[in-house]
């Protein structure tokens, strides 16, 4: 590792054993899942000398505020008196930061903190990782949103590529809404909803549908016995879906369907995408070296046990062109896994997502559904100092099912990225190391009528092409610094606290092929194997 990355790596891993069901003796098991664990005074551990370890862990935590930067706090716990604007607290995994303000309410303490890189807590430490990844072990974390988020910009191109959003300082943003209960995990946004999860199944995932009706016939032996699944695996997915836009307007023969009538009407683009990285032992793996406020290198950090990829796409569109979006988001929910320090520093592995989509439907009433399943094989993130990425291979070709009414050609680009990380902090800020694995998927198809494709209406002697398209790249990266939300750093920057993030990344390529189906002219086909 280069001088540049010992710098900026403000990271640490603890040593944690591969049980994860332990706490600590004097935390309530509900505060932890809430707040995350404390921190246990040990010579294995040297902190800087402005930390302030708060006593109690979880249970000298009594709160926290909706957007998550103020955290309430036991004014009679230990090292609670200590604090002041300047000083780190460290009170659990999640509870910590430099001390921006601070406030007596009552027997309590209103504590804004600020984000912290890693060797700004601790400045000497011995660290090695081996811990499974159990789904039942996350929970989901979300607080509120400043307002202006993203803005969803139409694309009037006619084919998709995948590119950030285009932002404007002059348009209107809409606003990120919770949906459901209190760390759900799904956020709605206008007539989107985004559900990012970790689950265990243990269905059998040779399945064509990854969701199937529980009201379906279950599958039976020839004896009439139910069939089970032996296997129990961990999912980490992402459910993107929009909805048609739904509103009021007067009926057609009055006042031509002006808005704002008694008849309800749904339009529009409606849009479903779930990916999900499946594995049957999935496990996270570290070594780290921290020597008087340094990292000493080399540094491991991988994702190991992640052998499945499915792709789940659909669309639809009205009026065609003027129905297209293009997006970009990062989902201000994580999952997180917070590990007991039977070592003396606790830590939590968080999932943080992002996602990018656009369509490209070129004729009204189109629609077009299409999915695929793959192998992966392989560590991802960095070994003993080297980036390492998986193998890729096709279990079911994405190109073989691609089905809709296409009135014109049309397109899919979907992008998502599963980052996890790994260190101190909470849904808005967090230091330490990540890996993480970016999927990019295109399909496309031809249009149904065939006038440009050779089909029956532009030559009925002529055999119907159906011309069909896809893209797969994959890339892992791997990466450490201080994280922090890009919705906060705004807000952060006018209360003037740390926005730096601090960041080194290095990533590979893993897989990026294109197949188009069939070989012809036309289409210009490469081929019937493949994505």
């Known amino acids: 590792m280069n001088a540049s990355i ?65 955290w309430t706090i036991d004014a009679g716990a230990n090292g609670a008196r200590d604090l002041s604007p300047g000083k780190i607290m460290f009170a659990t995994s999640r509870a ?7 406030q007596r309410r009552g027997n309590d303490l209103a504590v804004m903190l600020a984000p912290v890189a890693f060797t700004e807590v601790v400045r000497d430490a011995k660290i090695d990782v081996d811990v499974r990844l159990p789904a039942d072990a ?11 988020v993203s803005l969803i910009s139409r694309s009037e191109r006619s084919s998709a590529r995948a590119e950030p959003a285009v932002w404007r300082n002059d348009a209107i943003r809409p606003e990120l ?21 970790v689950k265990m199944s243990g269905r059998d995932w040779s399945q064509e549908d990854p969701d199937p009706d529980p009201d379906a016939p279950k599958p039976r032996d020839s004896n009439g016995v139910e069939l089970k699944q032996e296997e129990k695996v961990t999912v980490f997915g992402l459910k993107v879906q929009k909805k048609l836009t739904k509103g009021k307007f007067a009926p057609r ?61 659909l669309g639809g569109a009205e009026h065609g062109t003027t129905d297209n979006v293009k997006v970009r988001v990062e989902i201000p929910a994580e999952q997180a896994f917070n590990l007991p320090p039977i070592g003396p520093l606790p830590l939590a592995v968080h999932l943080k997502l992002k996602f990018l989509v656009e369509t490209a439907f070129s004729g009204a009433n189109s629609t077009m559904w299409a999915g695929g399943r793959y192998k992966l094989a392989g560590p991802i993130g960095v070994d003993n100092g080297t980036l390492v990425t998986p193998t890729f291979s096709v279990e079911k070709p994405m190109i073989d099912n691609i089905h809709g009414i296409l009135v014109g050609a049309s397109g899919i680009v979907f992008a998502s990225e599963f980052r996890w990380l790994l260190g101190i902090g909470n849904d808005l800020f967090m230091a330490g190391p990540y890996a993480k694995v970016t999927v990019a998927i295109g399909a496309s198809r031809g249009s149904f009528l065939g ?15 159906d011309c069909r398209g896809v893209t797969v790249k994959g890339d892992v990266g791997f990466g450490a610094g201080l994280v922090i939300d890009e919705h906060w750093k705004p807000v952060l920057e006018k209360l003037k606290l740390k926005t730096d993030s601090e960041l080194v990344e290095k990533s590979a390529t893993f897989v990026n092929e294109s ?12 081929g019937d194997n493949g994505p």
């Open 253 to 313: 023969g009055d006042a031509q369907g002006q808005p704002g009538g008694t008849d309800v009407v749904k339009w529009g683009l409606k849009f479903g995408a779930d990916v999900r990285l499946i594995g049957s032992d999935i496990r996270l793996y570290g070594h780290l070296e921290v020597s008087d406020g340094k990292i000493k290198e080399p540094v491991t950090f991988k994702i190991d046990g992640v052998d499945e990829l499915y792709i789940g796409l």
């Open 177 to 197: 809404q919770r949906v459901g209960l209190k760390f759900s995990g799904k956020v709605g946004w206008g007539d989107w909803e985004i559900e990012p999860f």
């Open 96 to 102: 910590v930061g430099r001390v921006a303000a601070i």
């Open 451 to 465: 006038f440009e494709l050779g089909g029956p209406l532009s030559n009925p002697l002529r055999p119907v092409v």
């Open 6 to 70: 010992r710098r900026l790596l403000v990271v640490a891993l603890v040593a944690v054993a591969t049980d994860c069901s332990r706490k600590g003796p004097s935390e309530a098991t509900g505060a932890v899942k809430q707040f995350g664990y404390g921190p246990r005074p040990s010579p294995q551990v040297r902190y800087q000398p402005d930390v302030i370890v708060i006593g109690g862990g979880a249970n000298a935590v009594r709160g926290v505020s909706d957007d998550g930067l103020t």
């Open 138 to 148: 996350f929970s989901s974390y979300q607080s509120a949103l400043p307002r202006g």
């Open 515 to 526: 197949l188009t189906s069939p070989r012809s002219p036309i289409c210009n086909g490469s």
